[in-house]
């Protein structure tokens, strides 16, 4: 004869579950959180944005003279906000089923496996060239403050490279977390030295003396050969598409199917945050130089801040140069790693899976950081021209994957026909085919 008394299940209750939550045991229901919350990322994407980019703008912006960076002033937002929230859709607008992957998996998924490699190794030309300049980058910046600062000897290049390259290789190892809260913590004295110097400039303004600064190109004709000359200069100045792709797999398990709004609210709050602080770093440094600061700032092809270090004489600027380098290029470095990891993994996954099969996820990581240090430590020592490499990758690559594929993806798919209609679809296509044939133009 059965008990009346049923024992207590530890089975939990059949219960539909709300928007990422899961259940950890005994029919608890708990929420997923992200490894960095909504604020965080936003410091890691400012992060990932301000590079090297940025001690080159004032000279390569202003260069084309006052008109132009005006226009680009007005125009940086949109361009910015609408290109980098298109991108991100292809992973934060995903249906639910296909959340978890990162942006080359869904990519090859549904344009095919050829052209899933194709665009692999454009993203990977990308965000891994970017990496090379920051290592490049941050080898020179410590050489020049242990010598000019400091005032001691030059070291061995070889041991430098090898020093800077595996010190920020090494602190984006350790793992997710602490690597955020590192970018964080270089981001925040970034943002702090920027304002400062933009501050400390203001004395030295010369409005009149920038608005006749000469280019070299006369009349209208000239103002609108700046206007389209910036472009590319703008668009690695305010990249951070490297870390958008695991930003959004990082909102996914929280926030669902509200993850595209989710992401779409960061972005439009990056964006007013590197429109802001950098654009006024800009101005500050262009009405400093005026027209003969920034002929022979030119002329020495040198960091604007580097100038003003230069001639002011003063320890303020003597100590506030290495501080802006050397935090804007490690934090992007570790947001540009991201897309690096990301990348490489998948080639390496395509090229030997069964090497990918055989060794573990941390295993292949770990071969990761090491072909990275390894490639980023020679690159160093060789010492290219970081301009070059940046009107390269900016205006080619950057433009063909951040404003042309996602459009060409919505108008293709019907996974992502409720972003086919979008109105701002049709600018962001239209920049990348004016920037990427600016860019040609100006190459030949």
Known sequence: MSSTNTPPTTTPPTTELKEGEHIVGDGVVAKQRPAASTASWIITLFGTAVGAGILFLPLNAGGFGFWPLVFAT?????????????YARIVAGAPKEDHGKDILELVSQYLGKGQGIVFAVLYWITVF???????????????SFIVNQLGGPSLDRWLLAMLCVGVMTGAFAIGRKPMIWLAQVLV??????????????????????FLHFDDGSDGYGGIFKGIFLILPVLVFSFSHMAALSQFALDMQPQYGEKTEKRVSRTEFYTSILLVVFTMFFVWSCVLALGADGMNEALEQNIPVLSYFANVTGTPFMAYMVPIVVICAI????????????????YLLKNAAPQLAEKVSHRTLLNIIYVIVFVCTTLVAIFNPSIISMISVVSGVFVAFIVYLVPVYMFKKLDVYKHFRNDPWNYFVFGMGLLIMAVTIWDMI
């Not at 007005?74 to 298109?86: A, D, N």
């Open 188 to 209: 925040y004295p970034l943002i702090i030295a920027l304002a400062v110097t933009s501050i400390y400039l203001i004395p030295r303004w010369d409005l009149e003396s």
């Open 129 to 143: 060239s970017t990496v090379l300049i920051y290592g490049v980058s941050i080898t020179n910046a410590v050489d």
């Open 330 to 345: 490690v934090s992007s470095y570790f947001g540009h790693m991201l897309g690096t990891e990301e990348g490489t993994e």
């Open 74 to 86: 007005v125009f940086i937002f949109p361009l910015v906000y609408f290109s980098h929230r298109t």
